[in-house]
């Protein structure tokens, strides 16, 4: 049976070679999408500034299961409980702050992030001092080597360095190297007490350094008995997490858009390789027959089909697994370019995405197999004989069953989307693959539907088409299942293809021009320096023209209920310019009174949350402290701008930099242009301080969008190359097959052009069906996805895009059929019938 198998595969290498493309393709994409998802699973980074310390103790980064986004301090006492501990040598605690030096008043490391870390915790990197000695005072500093370069410093010089907004000067006592191969950020060291003091009394990790000789998972094992739930215990790369707050909370987006675009991506390969493997056994009917005629039985010729593909799916996953893990490292690449996660983050792919792939594509094959070889297998002879000129049979109870199973949950998706499914970040998790159902549905029944609309169009392809057209037609409606192999992966590309691409168009309209339209204020002040002191914003009001100005932060949290915690948005304002800084049209209380431990929310959010003005709401803030602020205004919901507003100075105490960032500023009417070159002499004054327009919020909202629009175009672009290489593998495919018919047209009189011109309107029948049935498809994706974000039954974006994607796909038609037709006829018409 093997050698039948082998010997098929050699004479019949363009269906195999478009089956094995499929298989190889699928494998690699899959196995792709599968690292990218391990990586997320395990999310580790490779420590630099930690390097030294095989022990990390660090505060816990998650709540309820939840990824924290900002850093989740720790008590410094455990410095010494962990000190205690059998087999540590030292115990070193750490903290970060931000720490910007300056020259000329300007950052030497431009938009480079720069830390400020106490002395002792140079050890954990380590760094030694290579000139001057250590700081002692609160007003002596230790500068790296690059620094200390950039800035010009030398032992015994002064530096100015901003610090909680203010810009201090500090002599510098010495120069410190970084030994080893690792690159952590540029840092400032300042003695502990003084960085302590600025870190406000808690500490970010402590750096374990073992006995010598001692086991590091030993003293791991050990120190995590210590602390309890306190705080957690990093070994490994996992060491890296405790240098990168809020890096877990990427963990959900990588998680969620490769688990949404895996499994996409095996539902279509699972399609092609079935679609591909299920044409090529078609087009075998007559080799079946007259294997049965001569004694075949018919568990024969399925082990013999069932050997083929197995020969077919070992190679194609064999070959598929170093293209597989170069597609993951594309993606992930693309990730960490676009800032979806920090390019700390290690890429690892094991061998559970290889055995995913693995199994995916044999299993497909596997599938395809049993329903398209147990029907040519169990077919008569003469039957099957007969069934080479007709071609027409492929109704069954389990392919309607199938499809109908397809076509419900397709829908039932599409109505999730609209009727459960809030608008937020998780909505593409159920608009996305409900075309992709659909269209693998609509592939199921596209025999019936396209014979049905070829009726349709009967009249008016003969008026426009003369004798081409009625040979088209005659051969569409006694080939209807051939024209549906060729029909199917076009519908899946412009159907997948025209909701994803819409559907994103749609999200970066509407989230664009809410965020721009939230936004009252005319400036915005930035601080690239870690933050605006308390008075800066006094200064700012003080300025001649400004009516209006308020901090303004924006963080993550969480609101406690029952239920669990809801993730939600938190922006920060201040009270005095809060109602003129954002647009938060007022049903109750006032924002007046929105200082100390208060918060705002919408009026449907406080139905939902049980809260109204005078009630506390329990929540957790990015870094994990609780707190049950009062709620003191509610105001109009606005289902795209969904977040809690809070006092911007309570905000900014539990983020990275403990400072507002932005200052947003609203001028007084006719006086713009002077109010705006005032605010940029005042900008001057304050170092690291920058001046745009409000507009740039909108625009940097929409850089976040950006980051998940390139990950999403590029795995998208993926898929549909995909499709478009099936589409390409089955007309190819189909049209070789139909050689010796191409050969006995020109025999009986057909002309050359004549054929072609049959092609072309064969090309505009595959092509008007697939674009109709792709469209149909697209809008169980792009309907239900406008009517949550726009409160529209058509999305945003340009018609270009859908006409871009109906033409590639009509080009795609003409050149996998015209193409290969072509060269065929170059052969004399009597070869070409011999041959066959």
């Known amino acids: ?93 750490d903290v970060s702050v931000p720490a910007t030096v300056l020259k000329d008043g300007e950052p030497v490391t431009g938009d ?38 950039a800035a010009g410093a030398r032992p015994g010089s002064t530096v100015d360095i901003v610090v909680q907004g203010t810009t201090r000067r500090y002599e510098v006592t010495g120069v410190a190297e970084q030994r080893g191969d690792r690159n952590p950020d540029p840092a400032v060291f300042f003695s502990d007490a003084e960085a302590r003091a600025l870190a406000g009394g808690r500490i970010d990790s402590i750096g374990v350094l073992p006995v010598a000789g001692t086991d590091a998972a030993t003293v791991a094992d050990a120190v995590r008995s210590a602390v309890g739930d306190r705080a957690e215990v990093l070994t490994g790369a996992q060491r890296g997490l405790a240098e990168l707050p809020g890096t877990l909370s990427s963990r959900r987006t990588v998680v969620i858009l490769s688990a949404v675009f895996g499994s996409s991506v095996v539902l279509i390969v699972m ?44 190679a194609s996953v064999a070959l598929a697994l ?18 979806v996660v920090s390019p700390a983050i290690v890429y690892h792919a094991g061998w559970v995405p290889m055995a995913v792939g693995a199994v995916v594509t044999v299993l497909a094959a596997a599938l395809a197999t049993r329903f398209a070889g147990r029907g040519a297998a169990r077919t008569e002879p003469v039957a099957a004989l007969a069934e080479v000129t007709a071609g027409t049979r492929w109704f069954s109870v389990p392919r309607l069953l199938l499809a109908l199973f397809f076509l419900a949950n397709g829908i039932g998706l599409a109505v999730a989307t609209v009727t459960v499914m809030e608008n937020g970040p998780t909505l593409a998790s159920t608009a996305g693959p409900a075309s992709v159902l659909f269209c693998i549905g609509l592939a199921l029944l596209a025999p019936g539907i396209t014979k049905a609309m070829v009726a349709l169009l009967r009249l008016p392809v003969r008026a426009l088409s003369g004798l081409s057209g009625q040979l088209a037609l005659r051969n569409a409606a006694t080939a209807n299942v051939r024209m549906a192999g060729a029909v199917a992966p076009i519908v899946l590309l412009i159907g997948i293809a025209t909701g994803t691409l819409y559907m994103q168009s749609t999200e970066d309209a509407v989230s664009r021009t809410s965020y721009d339209r939230n936004i009252l204020a005319q400036y915005v002040l930035d601080s690239t320096t870690g933050g605006f002191a308390p008075g800066v914003v006094d200064q700012v009001r003080a300025t001649p023209g400004v009516s209006a100005a308020a901090e303004f932060v924006t963080a993550r949290g969480f609101v406690d209920r029952p239920g669990g915690p809801a993730d939600t948005d938190l922006r920060g304002i201040s009270a005095d310019g809060a109602a003129q800084s954002l647009d938060l049209p007022l049903v ?26 005078g009630d506390r ?75 745009d327009d409000s507009s740039s919020l909108a625009g940097r909202n929409d850089q976040i969008q950006q980051i998940l629009v390139s990950a999403n175009y590029t795995i998208v672009a993926m898929i549909v190359g995909y499709a478009a290489i099936t589409v390409v593998n089955t007309l190819v495919a189909v049209t070789r097959k139909r050689g010796a018919e191409f050969g006995l047209q020109r025999l009986t009189g057909a002309t050359r052009a004549q054929v072609l011109g049959m092609l072309s309107v064969e090309g505009v029948l595959i092509a008007v069906v697939a674009t109709v049935l792709g469209t149909l498809a697209a809008a169980t994706t792009i309907v239900p996805y406008s009517l949550v974000k726009s409160d529209s039954y058509l999305p945003q974006g340009s018609i270009g895009v859908y006409l871009a994607i109906v033409g590639g796909s009509l080009l795609l038609v003409f050149a996998a059929t015209l193409l290969p037709s072509w060269r065929g006829m170059r052969e004399p018409a009597v070869e070409t019938v011999k041959s066959a």
């Open 1 to 93: 049976m093997w050698r039948l198998a082998l010997r098929t595969l050699k004479f019949r290498r363009t269906s195999f070679v478009a089956t094995f493309l499929a298989m190889f393709l699928g494998a690699a994409i899959v196995i792709g999408c599968g690292g990218l998802m391990e990586t997320g699973v395990r999310m580790a980074a490779d420590p630099q500034r930690l390097a030294g310390a095989p022990v990390v103790v660090t505060g816990e980064q998650t709540y309820d299961s939840a990824a924290l986004t900002e850093r989740h301090r720790i008590d410094p006492g455990l410095v010494d409980e962990v000190a205690a501990v059998d087999g540590v040598r030292e115990a070193v605690g």
């Open 112 to 149: 480079t992030a720069t830390s400020g870390h106490g002395w002792d915790a140079a050890a954990l990197t380590p760094y030694t001092l290579a000139a001057g000695t250590s700081p002692v005072t609160g007003g002596e500093v230790v500068l790296d080597a690059d620094l200390a370069e």
């Open 271 to 314: 399609f092609g390789v079935a679609s591909t493997l299920g044409l090529s056994l078609q087009q075998r009917v007559r080799e079946m027959a007259l294997l049965r005629a001569v004694g075949s039985t018919q568990k024969q010729l399925r082990r013999m089909i069932l050997t083929e593909t197995a020969v077919l799916s070992v």
């Open 322 to 339: 170093l293209p597989g893990q170069a597609i993951g490292r594309l993606l992930f690449g693309v990730l960490t370019d676009s800032g």
């Open 588 to 613: 109750a209380g006032s924002l007046a009174d929105l200082t100390g431990d208060t918060v705002a929310l919408s009026d449907k959010k406080a139905e939902e949350y049980g809260v109204g003005v």
């Open 617 to 691: 709401l329990p929540m957790h803030l990015g870094d994990g402290t609780a707190v049950r602020p009062t709620v003191v205004a509610l105001y109009t919901d606005n289902p795209q701008q969904q977040y809690l507003t809070l006092p911007a100075a309570t905000l900014a105490a539990h983020t990275a930099e403990g400072l507002p960032g932005q200052i947003l500023v609203s001028t007084a009417p006719g006086e713009e242009t002077a109010t705006h070159d005032r605010l940029a002499a005042l900008a001057a004054q304050v170092p690291g301080t920058e001046l």
